[in-house]
């Protein structure tokens, strides 16, 4: 098979093999354009004879495919030609698959839909590497964590990725976003799974007892303490502490912490025999950390020590295609903690609540799925019987007025369209621009409206992720390279 265009560089093989004849053709005519070889295959027994004879530079594999899957296939792979990198595709993507992937040898794990540009640089990038990691146990029992959204997607990948690692991890997130589960998570699927995972609130327990919860005491060391007691370092010797709300510790234990991070060892309060122990930490804030250095509130040389690798939790409001996902999760939960039968919600309560913005995100969400198994008088929940707050609009707080022009009446279209709240039916302004700009005899009116459309959400899409582009294409909902692009060729500057 030739390529579609020359190039001077070495031709990349890669073979792709998918049940699904639309992706294989999709897949295959935007490797082509990048100049690669391309060989698809619709089933696993097909690629596995094809292996016999030859072997390319990379391998695209679906996830689930009749008779033999995407992870049998690839430890099928693995053991025939173990420097063969493969990319993992699914449409049925959760943590498990994509913990499962990496921990099987995958070079990288797609959901889709994905960006064809991203997956060009992928296929280059795997194929410059050719190495995989190498096979570990499966991960033990852990809570359920769902997501679908393409925001929980780059968590279940980082997860998936940290699954071998015993690396720092600061995990981020307004409260409420389910951080302590992404810090489980992290830690049942690494190596450590067996030995213990222990959780500490560092805003939960008072100042005072705070040195003493952390490392211990010896019998006599303060009021009270009539006997020897181990701290949270060492209960969780040879596993993972979880330094829950670290943002709120005082400054004085964050210098001893410090310490112990550096050196392993540390001190029982009253005690005069250094302990050492092997602990990954796994921290957690809904604080902005940079902030609180910046104020003499935090430690800097500490938040550079536990800020090793960031995963940010998203909120509920960035994730609304989680929504029906979590309230049926939540209302059968429910129903099983009450002994009772889970409610159904009617098609208006459904698209209300996936309409809210959660100020309290998931836990926000697991409550209200409580209180309707609970307070809801029938099998199935209307709106009245939404509590008062989800029952009267879909947003948590109100959409605030756009500032009016001098005389908004003589306003151009475009201008009420860029200042417009979210209440405003933009399809009628639209179609009033649309309306104005034919009878004036203009042409090439998708020419003119799709440039300042994609400008402005660009611009307020980089100016809202602080100019940080990897950021701000996963808002707007597209790939980076992507993003580039547009930034590129409609001259927008950063």
Request: glycine share 6%; aromatic share 6%.
């Amino acid at each position: 098979m030739t390529a579609v265009k020359p190039i001077t560089e070495p031709q990349i093989e890669a073979w792709i093999v998918d049940d699904d004849e639309s992706i294989r053709w999709v897949l295959e005519k935007a490797l082509l354009r990048e100049g690669m070889l391309v060989q698809t295959f619709p089933g696993s027994a097909e690629l596995l004879d094809a292996l016999q004879d030859a072997t390319p530079d990379v391998l695209i594999s679906d996830l689930r495919m009749p008779g033999v899957g995407g992870l049998e296939l690839m430890e099928r792979v693995r053991a025939a030609k173990p420097d063969l990198p493969v990319i993992i595709i699914t449409a049925h993507s959760d943590l498990d698959a994509a913990v499962a992937s990496f921990k099987g040898g995958a070079f990288e794990y797609l959901p889709k839909p994905f960006d064809l540009e991203g997956v060009a640089t992928l296929v280059r990038r795997a194929a410059a590497k050719r190495s995989a990691p190498a096979l570990l146990p499966s991960p033990a029992k852990r809570a359920a964590i769902i997501g679908e959204a393409p925001a929980m997607q780059e968590v279940f990948r980082a997860i998936g990725r940290l699954a071998q690692s015993p690396i720092t991890v600061l995990v981020t997130g307004e409260s409420g976003t389910g951080k302590e589960l992404i810090a489980s998570a992290l830690h049942t699927t690494s190596p450590r799974a067996s030995k213990p995972f222990i959780a500490i609130n560092t805003a939960a327990i008072p100042k005072d007892l705070l040195e003493s919860e952390f490392f211990g005491h010896e019998r006599g060391a303060f009021t009270g303490a009539q006997m020897q007691r181990k701290g949270r370092f060492e209960q969780a010797d040879g596993g993972t502490l979880f330094l829950d709300e670290i943002g709120d510790m005082p400054f004085d234990l964050q210098t001893r912490l410090l310490r112990v991070l550096q050196d392993g060892q540390f001190f029982r309060v009253g005690g005069v025999s250094p302990i050492t122990v092997d602990v990954r930490i796994i921290a957690a804030t809904h604080q902005d950390l940079e902030k609180l250095v910046q104020q003499g509130r935090f430690r800097e040389d500490l938040y550079h020590r536990i800020n090793v690798i960031r995963v940010r939790v998203p909120p509920l409001r960035e994730r609304k295609l989680d929504v029906p996902l979590l309230l049926k999760h939540f209302l059968e939960s429910a129903a099983k903690e009450l002994n009772t039968d889970a409610k159904r919600l009617q098609p208006d309560v459904l698209e209300q609540l996936t309409a809210y913005d959660w100020p309290g995100n998931v836990r926000q969400l697991e409550n209200i799925c409580r209180w309707l198994t609970v307070m809801a008088p029938g099998a199935d929940v209307h709106l009245i019987d939404l509590p008062p707050e989800l029952r009267g609009a879909a947003s948590s707080e109100p959409v605030p007025a756009a500032p009016a022009p001098a005389s908004s009446s003589e306003a151009p279209v475009e201008a009420r369209i860029a200042v417009a709240p979210a209440s405003v039916d933009w399809d009628a302004l639209l179609r009033e621009w649309a309306t104005k700009h034919l009878a004036a005899g203009e042409d090439d009116l998708l020419g003119q409206a799709l440039p300042q459309f994609e400008r402005v959400l660009i611009e307020t899409a980089l100016a809202a992720c602080k100019g940080q582009r990897q950021d701000a294409a996963r808002r707007l909902g597209w790939g980076r390279n992507t993003l580039t692009r547009k930034i590129k060729d409609l001259g927008i500057e950063d």
